[in-house]
C-alpha cells in the first residue's frame, strides 16, 4: 500500500516538472506583449483608492401629468364614427415634418389639385354664374356666403363686373328708364302732325336722299335686278302628232283604234273574268319617253290600247297586244303633263 502512493506521488511530481519546462520554454518563444494590454489580471494594490463613476442608460421619459390627453385623429381619415370636438377635428398633426416637402405639397388636400369641400348649390345659380364668367369673365366669390355679408365680391374680372354692375348673361343690361324714346305723336285730332306708332325715336338720325344722278343708278340696277329673277313665260309650242304607222286605216277601212279580234281573247265582253292572276313575269318594256312618265291609263271597256303621260310633255299611244308599237305621239303642250280617270290635263 505504501509502495503504491509513493508510485503515484512520484509520477505526478514528474508530469508537473515536464509541464512546468514546457510551459518555460513556450513563455520564452512568445513575443512580449504591451503591459496595458494585461493590466486587469493584475491585483489591485492596496495603496490606491478607487471610485466608481455612475452611469445612468435610462432615456428620458415625460412625466404622466406632463402627457397631452385626448383622443387623436388620423388626417387620412375619411369616416368617423362618433360625433368629435372641433378641437379634436382641427388639432395639429403629431409626428416629424418632412423638411424636403414644399408649402404647396404640405398643404392638406383631398385630390390631385387641391381640396375641395362639399357644398349644396342650387343648379340654375351654379349654371348661372358659369355662364357669366365665360360670358364677361367675372362671377360671385362662391367662398364667401352672400346671406351673411352685405355686399357682394366678385372673382375674375373685377373691375368688369364693376362696370356692369355685377349683372348676369340673364339679366337684362337695358332697364326700363333706359329704353329709347321716341318722339311724340301728338294730338290724334290733328291728322298732318299726328305721328302715332310712326313717330321716330328721339336719338334716330335721317339719312341723306340719294341725288338725282344716284336714284337713276339704283333704279337702273333694280330693274335689271328684277328682270334677272323674272322668268319670261316661254311661247306655247305648236299643236302636232306624229303618226308612226303607215297608214291610219288597214285595207278594211278600220281604224287604228279599232279594237282587235285575232287575239285570243274577246276585248268586246262586258262579263268579268272567273279567274284572275297576278302577273309572274316580264312580257314587254316599252320606252320612247326622254323624262320620266307621270301617269298610265289604258283605253276604257277594252283595254287594248295604252296611254302614256311624261316629263317630257308629250303623250304617247301604244299597242297592248301584237306587236306593242308605238302608234302616235301628241305634242302641244310645254308643260309636264299628268294623266288622271283617262282625261289628260296639263299642269302650269
Known amino acids: 500500500m505504501s509502495a503504491a502512493i509513493a508510485s503515484l506521488v512520484s509520477y505526478g511530481s514528474d508530469s508537473d516538472s515536464e509541464n512546468e519546462s514546457e510551459s518555460n520554454t513556450s513563455v520564452e518563444k512568445v513575443n512580449p506583449v504591451d503591459p496595458d494590454a494585461t493590466a486587469h489580471l493584475k491585483p489591485l494594490q492596496s495603496e490606491n483608492s478607487m471610485s466608481l463613476a455612475v452611469l445612468n442608460s435610462a432615456p428620458e421619459v415625460a412625466v404622466k401629468e406632463a402627457v397631452e390627453t ?18 379634436t377635428m382641427f388639432a395639429p398633426e403629431f409626428g416629424p415634418t418632412n423638411p424636403f416637402k414644399s408649402q404647396q405639397m404640405a398643404a392638406p388636400r383631398n385630390m390631385l389639385s387641391g381640396y375641395a ?5 342650387n343648379d340654375f345659380m351654379f349654371e348661372q354664374q358659369r355662364r357669366t364668367f365665360s360670358s364677361y369673365g367675372y362671377a360671385l366669390d362662391p367662398s ?16 368688369e363686373a364693376e362696370k356692369h354692375k355685377g349683372l348676369t348673361v340673364f339679366e337684362s ?8 324714346k321716341k318722339v311724340k305723336g301728338g294730338d290724334a285730332g290733328e291728322i298732318d302732325n299726328y305721328l302715332g306708332p310712326w313717330a321716330k325715336y ?12 344716284e336714284q337713276k343708278e339704283l333704279d337702273e340696277i333694280t330693274a335689271k335686278r328684277q328682270k334677272k329673277g323674272r322668268n319670261e313665260e316661254d311661247a306655247p309650242s305648236e299643236e302636232k302628232t ?8 288597214d285595207y278594211q277601212g278600220r281604224s287604228y283604234l279599232h279594237v282587235p279580234q285575232d287575239v285570243g281573247i274577246n276585248l268586246r265582253s262586258v262579263d268579268t273574268p272567273d279567274k284572275c292572276y297576278l302577273p309572274k313575269k316580264q312580257i314587254h318594256v316599252w320606252s320612247g319617253h326622254t323624262k320620266g312618265v307621270s301617269a298610265i291609263r289604258l283605253f276604257p271597256n277594252s283595254g287594248h290600247l295604252l296611254l302614256s303621260c311624261s316629263m317630257d310633255c308629250k303623250i304617247k299611244l301604244w299597242e297592248v297586244y301584237g306587236e306593242r308599237r308605238c302608234l302616235r305621239t301628241f305634242i302641244g303642250t310645254s308643260h309636264h303633263l299628268h294623266c288622271m280617270r283617262g282625261k289628260t290635263q296639263r299642269v302650269t
Open 117 to 121: 369641400e362639399p357644398a349644396h348649390v
Open 70 to 87: 385626448g383622443i387623436h385623429l388620423d388626417p387620412a381619415l375619411k369616416e368617423v364614427t362618433y360625433n368629435p370636438t372641433y378641437e
Open 173 to 180: 343690361g337695358l332697364k326700363k328708364s333706359q329704353k329709347r
Open 202 to 213: 328721339a336719338d334716330e338720325k335721317d339719312v341723306a336722299k340719294p341725288t338725282e344722278d
Open 144 to 159: 364667401v356666403d352672400t346671406h351673411e355679408s352685405s355686399s357682394n365680391t366678385y372673382i375674375g374680372a373685377v373691375e
Open 242 to 249: 306624229i303618226l308612226h304607222v303607215k297608214d291610219m286605216y
